[in-house]
């Protein structure tokens, strides 16, 4: 009797212990995996590769596998910060970051819950990494949304061959928007065009900005930018008015502002970006050792309504129509 009443206290100290142990963790027990995804702003873009890599997580484990803790910091970097450092309260499986200060925030809150990035455009800037080589290394990996910057600026000589002066139009605070217009200006000049710089710092200085760059240059061009993304209305309202062309790093800023764009798909990037979570979670995939992906393909696109208001009639060849709708 003494041995059947000290298994019993033995099973039930067992137990006790299991129980404890889940209610500590914190984790939805009806979820094997749980993924925080921070986005830094709502815009089509960055939607869409949202939206890809939690489609992707689900083709590959199952939705009932999977708890997703979907945050958006309104544009904002403290927010980013509050939102990963509850993700690492919360002892997270992973976190996907989606865009360049999402991934910032989430890469100093944590060392050790591993970190994927989408629609960041080149890592090393963003992770201020002098000896980037492709591999980030420790617990960040992840896909960019780098597009051909040589291509985008052979298309400002292809849709303007008499354009003189080309005005680069993005946000200070962005590092990779930054990094693109560097390029840009590079390429540009050595095609023998005069090039301005025009940065904003947000979203209350970008209508004035935007004013003088439209007074001063025959095209002017919009990296891919979270803030311009976000106030495209804007920028399309001031360069129609003073029929100056925009061409944009990526379909959604082309959509709201531009004639025409190089731009890559952001849901297959955020798709790509799934599929490497999967391989992180279930496969055990060292995320140390995992390279930065990259998009596999551009596609030329031109937006008929903006065309049509400044009188572009000639379009290129081997440029599709952007759906509006």
């Excluded at 009932?64 to 403290?78: I, T």
């Excluded at 849709?159 to 590092?175: M, R």
């Excluded at 217009?181 to 050595?190: G, T, Y």
């Excluded at 925009?246 to 764009?261: D, L, Q, S």
Aim: charged share 15%; aromatic share 6%; proline share 3%.
């Amino acid at each position: 009797m003494k041995k059947t009443l000290s298994v019993l206290l033995a099973l039930t100290l067992c137990l006790g212990s299991c129980f404890a142990l889940a209610a500590c963790s914190g984790k939805d027990s009806s979820a094997k995996y749980e993924i925080g995804i921070v986005q830094i702003v709502e815009h089509p873009a960055l939607d869409a590769a949202t939206a890809g890599f939690k489609q992707a997580v689900i083709d590959e484990l199952g939705a009932d596998m999977v708890k997703f803790n979907y945050q958006n910091a309104q544009n904002d970097a403290n927010t980013c910060s509050t939102i990963v450092n509850q993700f690492v309260s919360d002892n997270v499986d992973l976190i996907m970051a989606n865009a360049t200060p999402a991934l910032q925030a989430a890469a100093a809150a944590t060392g050790d819950i591993p970190i994927l990035g989408t629609s960041v455009t080149e890592y090393g800037v963003a992770l201020d990494l002098s000896d980037f080589n492709g591999t980030v290394g420790g617990n960040i990996s992840g896909t960019s949304d780098l597009a051909p910057l040589d291509a985008q600026a052979a298309m400002i000589a292809e849709w303007f061959p008499d354009a003189q002066s080309v005005g680069l139009l993005y946000c200070s605070k962005e590092a990779n928007s930054k990094y693109q217009v560097d390029v840009m200006k590079a390429e540009l000049e050595a095609k023998g065009l005069t090039v301005s710089m025009h940065p904003f710092s947000d979203s209350n200085d970008l209508a004035q900005i935007c004013t003088t760059a439209a007074a001063n240059c025959d095209v002017i061009y919009v990296p891919t930018d979270n803030t311009a993304a976000e106030n495209t209305g804007i920028i399309d309202n001031i360069c129609s008015a003073e029929k100056v062309p925009v061409i944009a790093g990526e379909a959604g800023i082309c959509k709201g502002c531009g004639i025409a764009t190089l731009s890559i798909d952001y849901y297959d990037l955020g798709y790509t970006t799934g599929k490497m979570a999967v391989q992180i979670l279930r496969d055990g995939a060292d995320i140390s050792t995992m390279p930065i992906g990259y998009a596999e393909n551009a596609t030329p696109q031109y937006n008929q309504r903006i065309c049509d208001a400044l009188g572009i009639t000639e379009i290129p060849a081997g440029y599709t129509a952007l759906d509006n709708d």
